[in-house]
């Protein structure tokens, strides 16, 4: 047998306006743990996908025990023996554990009369737990079950495959709690044992060395590295290997004298999302929070703006408490959020660019009675367009016609028009290509001058290119606080990964 | 050809199709039926028109705010028999008897917005359930038997029958809250909260927009002006029925969805036109002597049929999306 049960040589992916994937080198021994990392966009789930069939490489090779292989489809995929647990596994809750390893395999039969024996279907999952044991009761519904039996069974789904050898697991800890995690750990080196080759995606360093035999560095697009989990390696240095040298040109240039005190926020917190958060921002300053998905910081932009109100803590603007319990609230307040979800949370895409720059201060463009004061409008909206430079042929064009970039400015142009004194931004660039990410950028800057401004961001070069100050959050809480050119990239990096902490090879988390 | 120019056609050449359809139907009925072009007839299509098209106007707030309303023909039947009970049995004048099933009705609506719109229950349910219970509740009146006591004498009939510089009232009430909800649907920027909260609810909410305030306000329209129909309705008949608004349910349904295969959204002269098509063809089928079902026929197939129009439409979209976005989605 071959050294390696897969190896891709040289994968190359391209979409339109960026490239993905630039000759990525990976190999995988049969019965190790690979780790593979790198920060947002650096590639990670484009060579996912390929390997899953989902998406198709433009060149490269793909090698399975040594044999070229074609991967052209999902299926194709599976017919090599590769299967991936993509985060947050989809289930139906009602159904038991062994019904959802099977949902849509029960049978081999077209027949529309061919019955689905359930007796039959439970022989073969207790075959399948005899193969792989889990501990793992498969009659209970999954709505009872835990996030890792939940992933167990996400797991099972995926081996349940006769010829499944090799094993994706994208992000599996994301959700899971310490304990969680460590149960999850002795499932992964059963199934190691067994045979099974791992690729295992995490965000999570101090795992590595936990868990992983080796990893590789993605950059851009490109691998940086393969590397063996040995005493040599700590958390420092993978995120220097994550980060590399470069800070791109896209960002404008920072300032060094804030103005007066805009917000201030004391002991912030919702029990359960983040805790003790305390920070003011300045005008003429751009302050930008950076953590992982699922840091707290999504609830954190969200509670500011009046969506999550149920909140402890002080809010004040201009010195002032403030109440803030609805959007409407933070709006009069004169804080406005562009959201990350652009599409779900920012813009109306079926309406006209018009409609959409109003809309949070119809005030604004209405008068006696509610009546639309359409001329205004159009006046209003159009000057909006030309300030941030819309490409579109004009205001009455529906949103949904426009490019990421574009509408992501209609969102802001919706925000410039409540003239508020702070924007927050929540992952303001996801979905907006290369280009029109830097000119959002100067935009920030530009709007800084005389307002505050936020961004949050889980994009580390974004947060640390563009802000002044940066507060790094981490499980809920304010693990950093620096002013930007007093920090380091991979100290923003390591406090939004760990917490802080430089974990070494062999130490426990 | 512009991405402009061609989007102004794609607007239009839906509007001029239906325009056609209708043209030929009404040429094809004054054809078989010499009376159907005359001012009488006309008007008396026009008066017809009022019944359902203001149950569907009402209904249009309610699916603009993207939600469903299948309690307003029985809220109606409510109102109508508070009104009938009012006049008949109490022996109130029309107006504070109108009044009264007005707010009846109002009430109703009001509950369809809180349970649908605070509480977040499913819309079909709720509404049937609402409507079956407003329904058992207009029975309670006069153990469901029809009232008819003091009809002719108190006046009401003149709501129906009544004429101002020779045009029957029912047509003034139609123009009136016809234009009304065009100036607030379209012209103000109450329009712009309804239609934000349909097309998309969660940027509404981070737009500062109330939207619970606006389903709330969807659904009374819906149920009141769907009682106030009745109300025509009862005054027509003389007489105050249980199950005369029933009929309201199924054309004013119709008549919004014919305005959205027009129109791509629910708008008042979408639904205006839905109305219009539907009377029309109610008018021409009974000048033939057509059997009476052949309606039910017609109207159900005409709701299915621009339903489906509405989702080819819809479908259409989904493809406009350009192929860096689904990428970065996917990611």
Known sequence: MDEYSLEMKGIVKQFPGVQALSGVDFNLRSGEVHALLGINGAGKSTLIKILAGVYQMDAGEINISGKPVEIHSPLDAK????????????????????????????????????????????KRAQQLLERYPFNLDLNKPVIEMGPVEKESIAILRALSQASATILVLDEPTSILTRSEILMLFEQIKMLKERGVSIIYITHRLEEVFRIADRFTVLRDGKTVGMYTVDENINTNKI?????????????????????????????????????????????????????????????????????????????????????????????????????????????????????????????????????????????????????????????????????????????????????????????????????????????????????????????????????????????GQVVLDRFTDQTQLNEVLAHGLTGGANVKAGEAI | MSKRAKQFNRDWISVIIFLCILAGIMAIFSFLAPQFMTANNLLRALKHLSVTSLAALGLTFVVVVGHSDMSFAFVSCFAGMSMSFFIGIVGWPPVPSIIMGLFGGMIFGFLNGIAVGRFKLPDMIVTIGIGSFAWGLAYLYNKGNYIYTNFLTSGIIEFSDGRLLGIPFPVIYLFSFYIVAYLILHRTKYGRGFYSVGSN????????????????????????????????????QGNGNVKGGLVLLLPAWAAVFIGISVFKKPTVIGTFLGAFLLSIMQNGFTLLNAPFYIMDLIVGLTLILSIVISRIEVRKKVKDVSPIDTFQAAA
């Open chain 2, 201 to 236: 609810r969660i940027a509404a909410v981070f737009s500062g927009i109330k939207i619970e305030r606006y389903i709330i306000a969807a659904f009374v329209i819906s149920c009141t002006l769907a009682s106030f129909t009745n109300m025509v309705m009862t005054a027509a």
């Open chain 1, 239 to 475: 995120t220097e290997l994550m980060l590399g040298e470069k800070l791109s040109q896209v960002y404008p240039d920072k300032i060094s004298s804030p103005g007066e005190e805009i917000l201030s926020v004391e002991h912030l917190g919702i029990p359960g999302k983040f805790t003790d958060i305390s920070f003011n921002v300045r005008r003429g300053e751009i302050l930008g929070i950076y953590g992982l998905v699922g840091s707290g910081f999504d609830e954190l932009c969200k509670s500011l703006f009046g969506i999550l109100p149920d909140r402890q803590g002080k809010i004040s603007m201009h010195g002032k408490k403030v109440e803030i319990s609805s959007s409407e609230d933070a709006i009069r307040n004169g804080i406005f959020l562009v959201p990350g979800d652009r599409r779900t949370e920012g813009q109306v895409s079926e309406e006209s660019v018009a409609f959409n720059i109003s809309l949070a201060n119809l005030k604004k463009v209405s008068g006696f009675l509610g009546f639309i004061r359409g001329h205004k409008e159009g006046r209003d909206t159009s000057k909006m367009v030309d300030t941030l430079n819309i490409k579109t042929p004009g205001v009455g064009e529906k949103v949904a016609l426009l490019s990421g970039g574009n509408q992501q400015k209609v969102v802001i142009g919706k925000g410039l028009y409540t003239d508020a004194e702070l924007y927050i931004f929540e992952e303001p660039t996801v979905g907006v290509d290369v280009g029109a990410k830097s000119g959002i950028y100067y935009l920030m800057r530009e709007l800084s001058q005389d307002k505050a401004v936020i961004v949050v961001s889980s994009d580390i070069e974004e947060v640390f290119g563009v802000s002044d100050h940066i507060l790094v959050m981490f499980k």
């Open chain 1, 79 to 122: 017919l090599h023996g590769i299967s991936t647990v993509y985060q947050d596994p989809q289930m139906i809750p009602s159904f038991s554990g062994f019904e959802n390893i099977f949902l849509g395999m029960e049978t081999n039969k077209k027949s529309v009369f061919d019955f689905i024996r359930r007796g039959e279907l439970r």
